[in-house]
């Protein structure tokens, strides 16, 4: 099972919006309502940040929200702030032959 | 506050294997709602997830690590393992266990709360 497609890099400067694209195939994002985003800064564990597709956990700001079309999944981040600086992984379920595929991550940086 | 922490030899020589546990507080390894997982990360590199455990024992393992790997639950102890037989030094990683949660519909939806990983180099 490959991994999902993310681009390596984003930016923007704080204020501003970046949406993050997580590409999979009908077997993974395409084919399931289980997408979760993760953000991880340096030296530190990942933080689930968006699980099934668009749904936040308790704690994360209303910043963050996600959506998915197709076999393309998106993350978007409003109103960038300093802290928001790290790199984000996708992950969906791949059915039960693959419980957690990740995405390849993305570098977002705030200008 | 659920909260996960791995042990275990933080070297392993190449073609041995690597054991580590994960112990589990704030929380129940026999919860019905929730998997627990290892998930790695060599330097520099992406997340990948390895396999995931139920209080049951029922095991799900990555495909291409599946003849190697072996993850199992002690609920007495709160605890769960990961063995990794016939280590290289693309096996060197921060290794992080996770709970897996388990939707309604029995699916594995995503990792809600993680250890703080822990570093394991395979040497030669």
Redesign the interface.
Known sequence: ?S?LTQPPSASGSPGQSVTISCTGTSSDVGG?N?V?W?QQHPGK????MI??VSKR?SGVPDRFSGSKSGSTASLTVSGLQAEDEADY?C?S?GG??????????TKVTVL | QVQLQESGPGLVKSSETLSLTCTVSGGSTSSRNY?W?W?RQPPGK????IG?VYYSGTT?Y???LKSRVTISVDTSKNQFSLKLSSVTAADTAVY?CAR??R?SSG??????Y????ALVTVSS
């Open positions: 099972q991994a399931y289980y979760s993760y564990a990942p933080k689930l699980y099934e956990p992984y992950s379920y039960s032959n693959n419980l957690g595929v990740f995405g390849t991550g | 998997y997982g998930i992406g997340l990948e997830w995931s799900y990555n495909p291409s992080y897996h949660n939707h699916v594995c939806s995503s990792f809600d993680w250890g703080q990983g």
